[in-house]
């Protein structure tokens, strides 16, 4: 107060006295800052509707990694069933476990064909109903469509018949 | 004193928000959507490949669409009824967007509505790849025809299996 008191009464020479005194002294800025409250809850409330606009509740699949998927401008929810990916590289996977290299299991579908008969006795037992035939294919947009096709052929013939086709939806 | 004037006790018209309470509720929010936001939209194209009795009954005036894929860039469009062709459009183009223009613009004007009185109800249709031709280009093509609302598509190998 006294401070105060004297800054209003000082004259100019003083009161640049008493500023670098009180800048020295001290030094140290106040610790307790405010907080912009206001700007604050914008910011959330902002936040909020964006992820509330954004918030999707369909079922999440697991993508491998470095695969791009093509883009799609009708695209339909995905419903939760077995993954069967085909990697750029040649790869194929079933349910993120390598199956083995395209070209091989074309020609010869075998442990393709154990490994989907196995989830479907599996899918039978845990379920009263018929067998859906569900599955989603991944496959990176550079793959030939002609291998996919050769996949999906080796699908049906295991009564997997309800394929979708894993894209990036618009 | 000064509220209680004769015309009834008055209540304050500016009220207090708990803003505490409230920024709560708020970044609880905010925490919950951003760990379970989804950032990359997957969704799906549904094929049926089922044949003989599985497939679903068709109607009787249904047509059948085949996409024959003749390269990248060329496709063939046959519209079939009970097996025999009716139609044939063969496209090409430059590019494979020029294309899928093309093939849009085809199925819109002469296989779907080839006039102004008549509509054909396309039953199946399905697509055949060729050597050469993407996965990306086929899902493309796909789209077009679902985007006219074909949606009993399959998908055959190259040999037409």
């Not at chain 1, 959330?44 to 491998?64: K, R």
């Not at chain 1, 442990?111 to 018929?130: E, F, G, R």
């Not at chain 1, 035939?133 to 050769?150: C, F, H, K, P, Y």
């Not at chain 2, 996409?67 to 183009?93: I, Y």
Request: with cysteine.
């Amino acid at each position: 107060m006294r401070l105060n008191q004297s800054l209003v009464t000082a004259n100019a020479f003083e009161k640049h006295l008493v500023n670098r005194r009180r800048k020295k002294s001290g030094g140290a800025k106040s610790i307790g800052f405010v907080l912009m409250l206001t700007s604050m809850v914008d910011m959330f409330s902002m936040l909020v509707i964006f992820l509330l606009q954004t918030f999707s509740n369909s079922p999440e699949i697991l993508v491998l990694k470095g695969m791009e998927l093509p883009n799609s401008i009708t695209p339909s929810v995905v419903r939760e069933a077995t993954v069967l990916a085909i990697a750029k590289d040649g790869n194929l996977y079933l349910d993120q476990k390598l199956v083995g290299k395209v070209m091989d299991v074309t020609k010869q579908p075998d442990v393709l064909l154990n490994k989907l008969n196995l989830i479907k006795k599996q899918w039978t037992a845990s379920h009263k109903t018929d067998f859906s035939g569900e599955i989603n294919l991944q496959a990176d947009r550079e793959v030939e469509s002609t291998t996919v096709s050769i996949v999906m052929a080796i699908l049906t013939s295991s009564q997997f018949q309800a394929i979708q086709l894993a894209v990036i939806g618009k | 004193m000064i509220g209680n004037t004769g015309r009834g006790s008055k209540r304050q018209l500016d009220f207090e928000l708990n803003l505490t309470s409230f920024i709560d509720l708020l970044s609880t929010c905010t925490c919950f959507l951003l760990i379970t936001a989804v950032w990359i939209q997957i969704g799906t194209l549904e094929i049926k490949q089922s044949h003989g009795t599985e497939a679903a009954a068709e109607a009787k005036d249904s047509f059948d669409l085949d996409l024959v894929f003749k390269g990248p860039t060329e496709l063939n469009v046959n519209l079939k009824k009970h097996g025999k062709a009716v139609k044939t459009l063969a496209l090409k183009s430059a590019t494979n967007e020029e294309m899928l223009t093309k093939l849009n613009e085809a199925l819109k004007t002469q296989i779907l509505n080839p006039s102004k009185d008549k509509k054909i109800l396309i039953g199946t249709a399905t697509v055949t790849p060729k050597s050469g031709v993407n996965y990306g280009q086929m899902v493309s093509a796909l789209d077009v025809l679902r985007k006219n609302k074909i949606v009993n598509i399959g998908v055959l190998t190259e040999r037409g299996q």
